[in-house]
């Protein structure tokens, strides 16, 4: 409204006859020399003193320290970029991403190339974190050949620097497979999402001591065949704990208390991004309020831009007044 109202009156004060050995010299708006401006441009810059690379031999001091490590979800260039930011040890790029991502009603929908072209974005902002990638249900249990392919393309494509698959002792030889081909694999035993069907639902692991045996089995036979870490999802906190003093590698706990090695939370639970009414497990804790945050800036936006409040003079480019005239000329004679 400011420049359509500024423009309005500057063609109006024009006199009828212009300089014409100008106008003539100039068919076209003469281009006025400014920097770039765009919308689409990386987020930010990086910070002038990074943090040293999270490494598996950092993770494994950090394990022998006692040093609680810390995983989260990322699923974008924007949540990788504010999660590196704020000092994750870890970012997953978990299939969880087909439905806090992608709208998918569950984690078996998503495919193998659309887990990469996700990966590739989270890798572009993760500069100090580990990156894992989950292998999506599909890639990977036919046989070990073919989860080693997988894994190599989650390296290769990617651009990740391990792998996360879920199973126990069946999976082994597969988890052998790609360690021996030196790819990082982050193990998950408990309840395994990929086989909520087979598992009646997402349903607690481990509450009997029979299921709790066969928890601590899978952990065991995942970390003999190279994890250097196991996922513990939805077990009982003391069945958690007890199985991560058996092992000799991190445990990362999601709804295993608190006596794991890590833990790790899907980002857009932890940050409340998303609307009122939506169920969340009861290991998630809500540690902000994306989505009202969100809510209240875009409704602004949409108020000023109705009441034409918004671009105000501030927000927007300006023009030489010469130009104008010229322009203002040029555009009566149309």
């Not at 300089?19 to 400014?34: C, H, I």
């Not at 989950?134 to 073919?146: C, H, K, N, R």
Request: hydrophobic share 40%; proline share 7%.
């Amino acid at each position: 409204m400011y420049i359509t109202r500024s423009l309005a009156r500057s063609c109006t004060s024009l006199p009828r006859s212009t300089r014409p050995s100008l106008v003539a010299a100039m068919p076209f708006l003469s281009a006025f020399q400014q920097s770039r401006h765009s919308s689409h441009s990386p987020m930010g810059t990086p910070p002038t003193n990074p943090r040293k690379k999270v490494t598996i031999g950092t993770l494994r001091s950090m394990h022998r320290r006692g040093e609680p490590i810390t995983m989260i979800t990322a699923h974008d260039f924007p949540s990788a970029h504010v999660a590196d930011a704020a000092g994750m040890d870890m970012v997953l790029v978990g299939d969880s991403l087909a439905m806090v991502a992608l709208g998918m009603e569950d984690t078996s929908e998503i495919i193998l190339e659309e887990m990469l072209l996700h990966c590739r974005s989270v890798a572009r902002a993760t500069k100090a974190a580990f990156t894992v990638g989950d292998l999506p249900m599909g890639s990977y249990e036919i046989a070990p050949q073919q989860a080693l392919e997988t894994a190599i393309r989650f390296v290769k494509e990617g651009r990740m620097q391990g792998i996360k698959l879920e199973g126990g002792k069946e999976m082994a030889q597969t988890i052998e497979k790609i360690t021996t081909a030196g790819i990082p694999v982050l193990g998950h035993v408990g309840l395994t999402p990929q086989r909520q069907n087979a598992l009646g639902g997402f349903r607690v692991q481990g509450k009997t001591s029979l299921g709790a045996m066969k928890v601590l089995e899978d952990a065991l036979a995942v970390q003999e065949a190279g994890c250097f870490a196991i996922v513990l999802e939805a077990v009982p906190a003391e069945v958690a704990a007890i199985i991560t003093q058996k092992l000799s590698i991190p445990t990362i706990g999601i709804g295993a208390g608190n006596g794991c090695s890590g833990q790790v939370l899907v980002q857009v639970d932890m940050t409340g991004n998303f609307p009122p009414g939506r169920f969340l497990p009861k290991f998630v804790k809500k540690y902000g309020d994306v989505w009202g945050e969100s809510l209240k800036a875009i409704e602004s936006y949409r108020d000023e831009v109705k009441s034409r409040q918004y671009p105000a003079p501030e927000h927007t480019y300006p023009i030489p007044k010469e130009e104008l005239e010229v322009f203002c000329a040029i555009s009566k004679k149309l």
